[in-house]
């Protein structure tokens, strides 16, 4: 069975195309990403997932500190979720007594993964009660 993988904002690491194009290779999760890679200008409008499969590593999961990372290191290795949650030592931002902050809503608008992993996270926050 696969231990859920938690990023400080609460994507489920294995549940993420980034990660398992890194870790997994897998073909139909760099599908899912060419047109993202595309309209950032990391591959051509002629190249499709095997371009996005020779661009790994993208992402080892978040706590992960070796920042190797092709194109995505900027962002996440400046992300300012993770070093919050190191700041306040704690595992994810559902543990936050802030949370949701500001921050985190505005991460939020940006893809609706990150509204999945919101969800998540006042789910594990309700429970802990």
Sequence with gaps: MNKLKLAACGVDCSDCAQYKVTMEQDMKAAKTLA?????????????????????????????????????????CGRCGLRACCEEKQID????????????????????DHHKKALEYLLSLKQAAK
Excluded at 51 to 67: F, M, N
Excluded at 93 to 105: D, I, N, R, T
């Design 35 to 75: 047109p993202w890679f595309k309209s950032q200008g990391w591959i051509g409008e002629d190249e499709n997932a095997e371009a996005v499969l020779k661009k790994a590593p993208l992402c080892r999961g978040c706590w992960d500190k070796t920042e190797v990372f092709w194109g995505l290191s900027g962002a």
């Design 92 to 111: 994810h931002c559902g543990k936050c007594a802030s949370f949701p902050c500001g921050a985190y809503m505005d991460w939020v608008a940006d893809l």
